[in-house]
């Protein structure tokens, strides 16, 4: 077998091949072998079947058979052979066909990654910033530790909500006066804390009993990922119908101990510490290798096979339409 490369361009390469017809006629004569083991021709009984027989009744079909599998076989070893790093589907300029006595040839384009010879690092510089974990990060982390270890329990006596409690609601909501079914709930729980509500309706859930009752403004922007709230003002109707209170362990040695294997509060502090610097050390890595490789892409010129480039748009569009699709999906109250 005979190969050729050409480059078309840093990325697209002509592959040009000839396999000899000592090799096709053999690759013919073991599709006919095959074929004739259960070839039913009338006259004939299955295994018997004559070979001028068979080519005249499938000689084109066997003919198709081995062009396909011969071009498959020996551009890859075209491939392999010139160590070609391909980045998408070969395109095969012409359908060969075969001719008796005749080598088969074909021609391939094949996009490849590019060869960088040289890469241009002469005044590239990045920067990273040194680790720093204020103590107010260290609190939070305690915070939600003592949030995950608290007791849930109604208020007795039973009190108005406050900041910090767990409600659970039943609602509806209206835009331009018409109902939103699919936006409405019935028993939802709702934490009362300002990352999780927008905040009227924290302000609406503050001060609420059970069996309590009210209605609630909302402004949405004109961005918000459901359309139907897209620049609206909704009316949320909201009724109570239970309260609980969250009673949050003291911050001593026994609740560091209930948290893992620490003796001491101060231990828990310092293994939280440790990990939220692992944690930005990661980030900085991660952000000092963006720097590096957009520095690099911009102090030198690399071309892009197509083929690369359409998969990339594909893959953020899909992305993009994922996204959507699921933020056209939310419908809980007050998410912004």
Same mark, same amino acid.
């Given at each position: 077998?005979?190969?050729?490369?050409?480059?078309?361009?840093?990325?697209? /390469?002509?592959?040009?091949? +000839? *396999?000899?017809?000592?090799?096709?006629?053999?690759?013919?004569? !073991?599709?006919?072998? $095959? =074929?004739?083991?259960?070839?039913?021709?009338?006259?004939?009984?299955?295994?018997?079947?004559?070979?001028?027989?068979?080519?005249?009744?499938?000689?084109?079909?066997?003919?198709?058979?081995?062009?396909?599998?011969?071009?498959?076989?020996?551009?890859?070893?075209?491939?392999?052979?010139?160590?070609?790093?391909?980045?998408?589907?070969?395109?095969?300029?012409?359908?060969?066909?075969?001719?008796?006595?005749?080598?088969?040839?074909?021609?391939?384009?094949?996009?490849?990654?590019?060869?960088?010879?040289?890469? /241009?690092?002469?005044?590239? +510089? *990045?920067?990273?910033?040194?680790?720093?974990?204020?103590?107010? !990060?260290?609190?939070? $982390? =305690?915070?939600?530790?003592?949030?995950?270890?608290?007791?849930?329990?109604?208020?007795?006596?039973?009190?108005?909500?406050?900041?910090?409690?767990?409600?659970?609601?039943?609602?509806?909501?209206?835009?331009?006066?018409?109902?939103?079914?699919?936006?409405?709930?019935?028993?939802?729980?709702?934490?009362?804390?300002?990352?999780?509500?927008?905040?009227?309706?924290?302000?609406?859930?503050?001060?609420?009993?059970?069996?309590?009752?009210?209605?609630?403004?909302?402004?949405?922007?004109?961005?918000?990922?459901?359309?139907?709230?897209?620049?609206?003002?909704?009316?949320?109707?909201?009724?109570?119908?239970?309260?609980?209170?969250?009673?949050?362990?003291?911050?001593?040695?026994?609740?560091?101990?209930?948290?893992?294997?620490?003796?001491?509060?101060?231990?828990?502090?310092?293994?939280?510490?440790?990990?939220?610097?692992?944690?930005?050390?990661?980030?900085?890595?991660?952000?000092?290798?963006?720097?590096?490789?957009?520095?690099?892409?911009?102090?030198?010129?690399?071309?892009?096979?197509?083929?690369?480039?359409?998969?990339?748009?594909?893959?953020?569009?899909?992305?993009?339409?994922?996204?959507?699709?699921?933020?056209?999906?939310?419908?809980?109250?007050?998410?912004?």
């Amino acid at each position: 077998m005979q190969t050729e490369i050409r480059e078309i361009s840093p990325v697209l /390469v002509e592959v040009t091949v +000839e *396999v000899p017809w000592d090799r096709v006629h053999k690759d013919l004569n !073991d599709t006919y072998r $095959e =074929i004739g083991k259960t070839a039913r021709v009338r006259g004939f009984r299955p295994g018997k079947v004559p070979k001028n027989v068979l080519k005249q009744v499938y000689g084109r079909q066997a003919a198709a058979q081995v062009t396909g599998a011969l071009v498959e076989q020996c551009l890859m070893q075209a491939v392999q052979e010139h160590e070609l790093h391909i980045v998408a589907q070969p395109e095969i300029e012409e359908a060969p066909e075969l001719e008796q006595g005749k080598p088969l040839t074909f021609k391939a384009k094949v996009e490849v990654r590019p060869k960088i010879d040289e890469v /241009v690092t002469d005044g590239i +510089e *990045v920067w990273q910033k040194p680790i720093d974990i204020p103590d107010e !990060d260290i609190d939070k $982390e =305690i915070e939600q530790l003592r949030n995950q270890h608290s007791e849930i329990q109604v208020p007795d006596p039973i009190r108005p909500a406050q900041e910090g409690d767990l409600i659970t609601i039943d609602y509806t909501v209206t835009v331009d006066g018409e109902a939103k079914e699919d936006l409405g709930a019935e028993g939802r729980q709702v934490e009362i804390v300002d990352e999780h509500l927008l905040p009227a309706l924290k302000e609406g859930l503050v001060g609420m009993k059970p069996d309590d009752e009210k209605t609630v403004d909302i402004d949405f922007e004109g961005d918000h990922p459901n359309p139907d709230l897209q620049g609206k003002t909704a009316q949320f109707t909201i009724r109570a119908k239970e309260l609980h209170e969250k009673l949050l362990p003291d911050l001593d040695d026994e609740f560091a101990k209930d948290c893992g294997d620490y003796e001491t509060l101060l231990e828990l502090r310092l293994k939280i510490r440790e990990g939220l610097e692992g944690s930005a050390k990661q980030r900085g890595d991660a952000e000092l290798k963006d720097q590096l490789i957009e520095a690099l892409i911009q102090a030198n010129d690399i071309p892009v096979p197509p083929s690369m480039v359409q998969q990339q748009q594909q893959m953020m569009m899909y992305e993009m339409a994922q996204f959507m699709q699921m933020a056209g999906q939310q419908g809980a109250p007050g998410a912004d």
